[in-house]
Nanobody, 129 residues
Framework: QVQLVESGGGLVQTGGSLNLSCAAS????????MSWFRQAPGKEREFVAS????????DYRDSVKGRFTIARDNAKNSLYLQMNSLTPEDTAVYFC??????????????????????WGQGTQVTVSS
């Protein structure tokens, strides 16, 4: 049984930082690309960042480039998202997701939710102005 469990969300002021974590179990974590998505109230879920199974490639949505950093530790079966210079527009529930195909990655296609099989329950990030 695959489980993805996010943690690290919370309430911060504009300009603050948070580091989200996603603990994975039940899958060969090192074989799968991973991503972070987010969903703000009243909006559709959107891609935030992805990382290939081999650490070598990463992708970010434009609005978070230079502020967010995605990372993974395959030895710990963990995914991270370091978020700096947060703004109220970053307020959302953040989800981690594991790719549906092993040893596959594409910055073109992996922004789509359809490329992911398993999802965590989400962690709330609230940025106050």
């Amino acid at each position: 049984q695959v489980q993805l469990v996010e943690s690290g969300g919370g309430l911060v002021q504009t300009g603050g930082s948070l580091n989200l974590s996603c603990a994975a179990s039940g899958l060969t974590f090192s074989n799968y690309a991973m991503s972070w998505f987010r969903q703000a109230p009243g909006k559709e879920r959107e891609f935030v960042a992805s990382i290939s199974w081999s650490y070598s490639r990463k992708d970010y949505r434009d609005s978070v480039k230079g502020r967010f950093t995605i990372a993974r530790d395959n030895a710990k079966n963990s995914l991270y998202l370091q978020m700096n210079s947060l703004t109220p527009e970053d307020t959302a529930v953040y989800f981690c997701a594991s790719a549906r195909r092993a040893r596959s990655y594409s910055t073109t296609y992996y922004r789509s939710e359809t490329e992911y099989t398993y999802w965590g329950q989400g962690t709330q990030v609230t940025v106050s102005s």
